[in-house]
């Protein structure tokens, strides 16, 4: 008996799926175009990093040849891409790394992978909130914190954070509400969030071509120590190299574009929200390889531009771009790139939760999880069981996170 129960047992662990009894049930299916699509796309990829990347590949792996890493890093993503855009076409219903899982390898590994997935948008959301709050904080002078660790400190070194960070907690209840809404306003949300974004980074490129020096392209030994005599505190100044357009040479190139491969990380999230599309079968493969061409562009154009404002061993890899426009002057610059970066953020937070959400619709409807969670409102038909309870999981992650110092 015990042996043909843990038999019994084993066959389940392995049971597959077909493709052809697959078939997902997401409430809201119809009612993105591919412009939604490729709005997702975009911002799920074009992200805060763009914001910090460019400056740490650049000031000691790269250099200016940091536009060079994001080529280099461009083209196998497109490829990943082509590849992802064909799977999505073969199997246009739920078709993510979970279903692949499901088919090939049984309900094990599509219970792993899923959880995974899940764990992956719940700890993404929780860090950018975090980030969110923090960044704006640093906008009002650090005041929400000063108050917050003077009215309601924790007494618990080591172990919780200072102060709680209600801010970010309000943050996530605000944009949990946000999903619980029709795809069509979140999309909306999303690619408002994804405009701004992709303005900012247009202003910071066009910037760096009207203001940017030609000469930051082509630095001597002799620029270095012009530059080492001008500041009085030269510890933030970065190593020379050999000067010069790829000062690192040609391994800094491959160390940064190593670097450059994860900015292109994200586009596969399209798979998911191409469960929504009216014709998913077009809508993964165009968006998946559109959204990888903006990225592209966006990057190597803001590269381009940060190593013509400022020479790259000058270059702050936390904060550059604000750095870039205080080097030429423009002070008030900085309150344009922190909304670039919150509204980037945004968008994070909100890709990362409507990629969970979609995760534990499907994983319950599968009966891999709790079936309430794949219960649907019947007016919107998105599945609140499943967006509370991921707003609820993604707030106690942000404390967690918060009470570590991230």
């Given at each position: 008996m015990l042996c043909q129960a843990l038999c019994r047992f084993g066959e389940k662990l392995v049971r597959k799926h077909t493709l052809e009894q697959y078939v997902a049930k997401i409430s809201a299916a119809g009612s993105l175009r591919t412009v939604d699509i490729v709005a997702l796309g975009v911002g799920n990829t074009v992200g805060a990093g763009v914001y910090v990347l460019a400056g740490e590949v650049t000031s000691d792996r790269a250099g200016p040849a940091v536009a060079i890493c994001f080529l280099a890093a461009a083209l196998p993503s497109v490829v990943a891409a082509v590849c992802h855009a064909e799977l999505g076409a073969r199997a246009p219903r739920s078709a993510s790394a979970y279903l692949h899982n499901y088919v090939t390898g049984g309900e094990l590994g599509a219970f792993l992978t899923g959880w995974s997935l899940i764990l992956s948008g719940v700890t993404g959301a929780a860090s950018m909130a975090r980030a969110w709050s923090s960044a704006f904080d640093n906008l009002m002078g650090n005041r929400l914190s000063g108050a917050l660790r003077e009215h309601v400190s924790l007494s618990a070194p080591h172990v919780l954070a200072g102060h709680p960070d209600f801010f970010a907690a309000g943050l996530v209840l605000l944009l949990t509400a946000l999903l619980a809404l029709r795809a069509s306003e979140f999309v909306l949300a999303t690619s408002a969030f994804t405009v701004?974004?992709?303005?900012?980074?247009?202003?910071?490129?066009?910037?760096?071509?009207?203001?940017?020096?030609?000469?930051?392209?082509?630095?001597?030994?002799?620029?270095?120590?012009?530059?080492?005599?001008?500041?009085?505190?030269?510890?933030?100044?970065?190593?020379?190299?050999?000067?010069?357009?790829?000062p690192f040479g040609f391994e800094g190139v491959l160390r940064g574009t190593a670097s450059c491969l994860y900015a292109f990380a994200g586009f596969d999230s399209i798979l998911a929200a191409a469960e929504e599309a009216q014709d998913p079968q077009r809508s993964a493969p165009v968006g998946i390889v559109i959204s990888v061409f903006i990225c592209f562009l966006v990057y190597f154009g803001v590269s381009s531009a940060l190593t013509l404002l400022v020479p790259y061993y000058q270059l702050q890899p936390g904060s550059p771009l604000p750095e870039a426009f205080l080097h030429i002057g423009w002070a008030s610059a900085r309150y344009v790139v922190a909304s670039g970066a919150l509204c980037a953020l945004s968008t994070g937070i909100l890709d990362s939760m409507f990629l969970s959400r979609w995760m534990l619709y499907v994983m319950a409807n599968d009966g891999l999880l709790f079936r309430v969670l794949a219960r649907l409102y019947a007016r919107t038909g998105i599945p609140v069981v499943a967006t509370v309870a991921l707003g609820r999981d993604t707030g106690r992650g942000r404390s967690r996170l918060h009470a570590r110092g991230a």
């Open positions: 701004v974004n992709v303005l900012v980074l247009s202003f910071v490129i066009i910037s760096g071509f009207i203001k940017g020096d030609l000469h930051n392209w082509k630095l001597t030994e002799e620029d270095y120590t012009l530059t080492v005599s001008r500041l009085n505190d030269t510890s933030g100044l970065g190593p020379l190299g050999s000067g010069g357009f790829v």
